[in-house]
């Protein structure tokens, strides 16, 4: 197999064809991720901002923007590409909110004009919701999210994250037949053990969130790994939020 098939077979067939994950792309992923984590605080630290109760919120709007393109894609309106699912789409949407951290001095400027390019996104690539019950349940978590990120409540947005995540999973796929798209969990699902992942991604994060907290690293690092942890949860409870609503 030359390199070019390697690459095709397991990066961009995947994304033509909406296969999914496979064990090479999800690790290669992975390490994207790692890198892109670790840079991003490193160019925070050099343009010495401080991480404060706006920075998880400044997150929100862009992922959202990111969620309204990538939808477009369950729903067939648009064509799975590199720019359109993951990586791409996320790269595209770090880059856009690391350019607001570099242009203003603080997080809530940043989320203000993020929640700008989120309306905008939002009147070209409206969301189709036949069941409103998702969504709102949706936006219940989003409030109690901001209100605990306002209040320095910096444990509960991870974690409710993680729920969103493990619940509209489990409704999409125990009840709707959905196909999850994750290695690990598609291994917990051929072993018709579906619960038990769930019981262990909750624990885990349960046990994360607590080495977080307990350990001596400044207080700007421990916020900044809890919004990953957030992130890794609210992205795909995100679009499983949006692709129940739109089922009939």
Do not use: C
């Amino acid at each position: 197999m030359s390199i070019f098939e390697f690459f095709y077979r397991y990066f961009l067939k995947p994304i033509e064809e909406m296969e999914g994950y496979n064990i090479v792309n999800t690790l290669v992923y992975s390490i994207l991720f790692i890198i892109i984590v670790y840079f991003g605080y490193k160019i925070i630290r050099r343009i010495n901002k401080k991480i404060d109760n706006f920075f998880l919120i400044s997150i929100i709007p862009f992922t959202l923007f990111g969620i309204l393109i990538r939808i477009q894609v369950d729903y067939g309106l648009l064509k799975p590409s590199f720019f359109t699912v993951t990586p791409g789409i996320w790269i595209i949407s770090a880059l856009i909110w690391l350019f607001f951290v570099i242009l203003y001095k603080d997080f809530k400027t940043i989320s203000l004009f993020g929640s700008l390019l989120t309306a905008y996104i939002l009147l070209i690539y409206k969301p189709i919701i036949y069941n409103w019950t998702y969504i709102l349940s949706f936006i219940a978590f989003l409030v109690l999210i901001i209100i605990f990120s306002l209040k320095n409540q910096f444990m509960f947005p991870p974690f409710l994250s993680q729920i969103m995540d493990a619940l509209y999973s489990y409704i999409g796929i125990k009840y709707y037949n959905l196909r999850s798209e994750h290695v690990v969990e598609s291994f917990f699902i051929e072993l018709g053990v579906l619960e038990i992942f769930i019981a262990v991604k909750i624990i885990l994060t349960l046990l994360i969130l607590y080495i977080i907290a307990k350990s001596d690293v400044e207080k700007d690092l421990k916020m900044y790994l809890y919004t990953v942890l957030f992130f890794i949860g609210f992205v795909p409870a995100s679009r499983n939020a949006f692709i129940l609503s739109y089922i009939q």
